[in-house]
């Protein structure tokens, strides 16, 4: 301004012109402004960010209405169609949240930082007064990127003063400088670019690929790995023991599973372009045993004989199965067999059946008999022994009754009575079903006894203990009776005349009593480890009997303690309770 200038100022008043731009910015801050009022929040809707009162991108908003006027107020949606899975944004949102805190909050404070009170270099040496500087920030596009980089999300703050509005090269040009190329919306950012509302809104701009695992290798059987050794009762208290179907039996050449073989993984692809990487599916083998081929492609386990599959341990195996159509008696000889033995009639007086699998009896086990069977014994008719009986089964017994026979069982019998048994159960002994009685005998189960009713109402004794480890204890006692029989053998040959016999003799006996000294001490080891581990056990794993009536001449042992019932009682349970036997 020239001195003349301002001479004509001061006489006249006239007022200073200002430029065009400045102008308009001093109208807009006196004009009243029509904010928006934020949406109400919508807690229900966890693909919307929270923006709480105090959080910078409020200020940034304010900001932008006063320069530029009524502005929508900021929409910050992550999944817009509900494309994106929830786990997906339950993780990211928190980041995003405090990232996007964080650089609102930097922008912020650039914006305020430049203010116009900041005096620009004197044009002239002479010149007092100082210019204004103008506030200058060009939009900014913003992106996010998840934190496995396969999805990126773009949100564009405007500008502040006379910056430069968003343009399409300058959103290309931002995603060029942090690398993000791969899966880009092209068409969504073009429109960006030119959206009426297209500051202060969450873009999901880009999505990656994500990478697919293979998947494991799985068998698929067409036989149980697991029998259900459990007896259905029906309505009347019955129970069918030909239908327990404890043979799965199987053809030469069937296929017993199936190989599915694992698949490969998908690797994917991430927004900045680089590949992630997928595992691949881990490969099971065939559960290949005894008598069982695998097929020509690799996929199929088939048997190579007919049998009774059976799974043990970690594979498939076919046992034979020897079909009796008969009864066991002079035409069949005793019985001695690898697999599986099925017999459709009895077992006759004096007649032994051992086999290393499951045997099933259609008929009766008469008197006199011994029937070891490896897995599960099933008798249909009942056991009708005469006190030299003996029954043993390396799993569970099955049967219609009991009567004066010896079972040794390693885990669960059930039956509808036993008449004077021994019965020695390392599992549980279940009498519920028919009749659903026990009267005389021993009955030793190292974990429950439920009868419905246990002794007779003329007291015989009835003897009903609990705990231990029955099976083991039979054996040793058994053992030593052995041992003490060998060594009067014994003592017998060494008083006979020398010979070439008596010589022979004495090795075989020498040797047997090795063997059962070995098999002694194995006894003895296993029921001491077996004592060590029922003194850590609670009270209440020591046993229990459960009866519907117990009559008087029923005596119950638990462990060293001895209980005698004295008078019938109903529905009554069995157990030790501090120390003592208590009957509830």
């Known amino acids: 301004m020239s001195f003349k200038d301002k001479i004509s100022n001061l006489?006249?008043?006239?007022?200073?012109?200002?430029?065009?731009?400045?102008?308009?910015?001093?109208?807009?801050?006196?004009?009243?402004?029509?904010?928006?009022?934020?949406?109400?929040?919508?807690?229900?809707?966890?693909?919307?960010?929270?923006?709480?009162?105090?959080?910078?991108?409020r200020q940034l908003h304010e900001l932008r209405q006063k320069e530029a006027g009524p502005l929508a107020y900021p929409h910050l949606c992550m999944d817009e169609n509900g494309e994106l899975p929830q786990e997906l944004l339950d993780k990211e949102k928190n980041r995003l949240q405090s990232s996007l805190k964080s650089v609102c909050g930097t922008r912020l404070k650039a914006a305020k930082g430049r203010t116009?009170?900041?005096?620009?270099?004197?044009?002239?040496?002479?010149?007092?007064?100082?210019?204004?500087?103008?506030?200058?920030?060009?939009?900014?596009?913003?992106?996010?990127l998840s934190s496995d980089k396969i999805y990126a999300w773009m949100l564009i703050f405007p500008p502040v003063g006379k910056g430069a509005e968003v343009t399409r090269d300058m959103i290309y040009q931002t995603l060029t400088a942090q690398g993000i190329s791969f899966g880009l919306d092209?068409?969504?950012?073009?429109?960006?670019?030119?959206?009426?509302?297209?500051?202060?809104?969450?873009?999901?701009?880009?999505?990656?690929?994500?990478?697919?695992?293979?998947?494991?290798?799985?068998?698929?059987?067409?036989?149980?790995?697991?029998?259900?050794?459990?007896?259905e009762v029906n309505e009347f208290g019955q129970v069918d023991y030909t239908a327990l179907n404890l043979i799965s039996n199987v053809e030469e050449g069937q296929e017993i599973c199936h190989l599915i073989r694992p698949t490969e993984g998908e690797p994917g692809r991430t927004v900045t372009n680089q590949e992630v990487p997928a595992k691949s599916g881990k490969a099971v083998p065939l559960p290949k045993g005894r008598n069982t081929e695998i097929s020509e492609d690799g996929d199929t386990l088939i048997a190579s004989m007919p049998g009774h599959v059976e799974f043990t341990?970690?594979?498939?195996?076919?046992?034979?199965?020897?079909?009796?159509?008969?009864?066991?008696?002079?035409?069949?000889?005793?019985?001695?067999?690898?697999?599986?033995?099925?017999?459709?009639?009895?077992?006759?007086?004096?007649?032994?059946?051992?086999?290393?699998?499951?045997?099933?009896?259609?008929?009766?086990?008469e008197t006199g008999t011994t029937v070891e069977a490896g897995g599960d014994?099933?008798?249909?008719?009942?056991?009708?022994?005469?006190?030299?009986?003996?029954?043993?089964?390396?799993?569970?017994?099955?049967?219609?009754?009991?009567?004066?026979?010896?079972?040794?069982?390693?885990?669960?019998?059930?039956?509808?009575?036993?008449?004077?048994?021994k019965i020695y159960c390392?599992?549980?002994?279940?009498?519920?079903?028919?009749?659903?009685?026990?009267?005389?005998?021993?009955?030793?189960?190292?974990?429950?006894?439920s009868a419905s009713a246990i002794g007779a109402k003329s007291e015989v004794k009835t003897s009903v203990a609990l705990g231990g480890m029955p099976c083991a204890t039979l054996e040793k006692d058994l053992v030593r009776k052995k041992?003490?029989?060998?060594?009067?053998?014994?003592?017998?040959?060494?008083?006979?005349?020398?010979?070439?016999?008596?010589?022979?003799?004495?090795?075989?006996?020498?040797?047997?009593?090795?063997?059962?000294?070995?098999?002694?001490?194995?006894?003895?080891?296993?029921?001491?480890?077996?004592?060590?581990?029922?003194?850590?056990?609670?009270?209440?794993?020591s046993g229990r009997m459960e009866c519907g009536v117990a009559y008087a001449g029923t005596e119950i042992c638990i462990g060293d303690e001895y209980f005698?019932?004295?008078?019938?009682?109903?529905?009554?349970?069995?157990k030790l309770v501090c120390g003592e036997i208590v009957l509830m």
């Open 186 to 231: 092209t068409a969504l950012l073009d429109r960006a670019a030119h959206d009426r509302n297209r500051y202060f809104s969450l873009y999901l701009v880009a999505k990656g690929k994500p990478a697919f695992d293979g998947r494991n290798g799985n068998i698929v059987d067409y036989f149980p790995r697991a029998l259900q050794r459990v007896l």
């Open 116 to 144: 116009r009170g900041k005096h620009s270099k004197k044009k002239a040496e002479g010149e007092g007064e100082a210019e204004e500087e103008e506030l200058m920030m060009d939009a900014r596009p913003w992106f996010y």
């Open 377 to 421: 014994l099933t008798v249909v008719k009942g056991i009708l022994g005469d006190g030299t009986t003996v029954i043993r089964a390396g799993r569970c017994v099955f049967s219609k009754y009991i009567e004066n026979a010896t079972i040794v069982v390693r885990e669960n019998l059930q039956t509808d009575c036993i008449v004077n048994g």
């Open 313 to 365: 341990g970690s594979a498939f195996q076919v046992k034979p199965v020897l079909d009796i159509d008969g009864d066991v008696d002079f035409s069949t000889g005793n019985i001695k067999f690898v697999g599986d033995v099925n017999i459709k009639g009895d077992v006759l007086s004096g007649f032994t059946v051992k086999a290393m699998g499951n045997i099933y009896v259609g008929g009766v086990v």
């Open 483 to 541: 041992l003490t029989k060998l060594a009067a053998e014994l003592e017998r040959l060494d008083a006979q005349l020398d010979s070439p016999a008596k010589a022979s003799l004495i090795g075989k006996v020498r040797m047997k009593i090795s063997v059962s000294e070995n098999r002694l001490k194995q006894l003895e080891e296993e029921l001491d480890n077996g004592r060590e581990a029922q003194k850590k056990q609670k009270e209440q794993d």
């Open 11 to 57: 006489l006249f008043h006239s007022k200073k012109e200002e430029p065009a731009g400045e102008t308009l910015l001093t109208e807009q801050e006196h004009m009243p402004q029509e904010i928006p009022e934020a949406p109400a929040a919508s807690p229900d809707d966890p693909t919307r960010l929270d923006l709480p009162a105090d959080h910078p991108i």
């Open 564 to 574: 005698r019932v004295r008078q019938e009682t109903r529905q009554c349970v069995a």
């Open 426 to 449: 390392d599992g549980e002994v279940l009498i519920r079903s028919g009749r659903g009685s026990i009267m005389g005998g021993r009955i030793w189960a190292a974990k429950r006894i």
